[in-house]
């Protein structure tokens, strides 16, 4: 799974935090600030043995319709540029679109290829694994429900 950066600030300090994470935001919803050590609930992160994953994790079908839309995208942009470019002139936004789809339409290959072959769900798995082994912990379940999770 592709590395992301998430950031947030503190409710109690306003510190602003930066952390890497999965591109779905698995993980613990209970942060901990850098600065102040205060703990607060983050619903952007998903603790998958009770949210479960997001259906998109696993579904080819939405990479093949984003590879195809994005290809058609950089298609078009690239047609656009060249054509610009024969009057004369040519815009750098176009030939920044024009790429930006390209590279888009082969992440979106790249994750097809993973859930294809598998990869995807030895990811989930691992991350369910974790899932579970925080919520083996007695404090962390407290934790959890105090800040209104039905565990």
Known sequence: MTISVAEWTC????????ETCNAWMYGSPIRQCKACRSEYLDRRFREVAIDGFDPRSNN???YMKGALFLLVLALVAGGLAFYQHTNGYYSVKVLAVAGA???????????LAR????FQSKDNEKYMAESKAR???PAYVEKLRKYGYKV
């Open 11 to 18: 409710p109690e300090c306003k510190t602003k935090n930066r």
């Open 60 to 62: 080819p079908k939405f």
């Open 101 to 111: 789809s390209a590279l888009g339409s082969l992440a979106c290959l790249v994750m």
């Open 115 to 118: 859930i294809k072959m598998g």
């Open 135 to 137: 919520l083996a912990d």
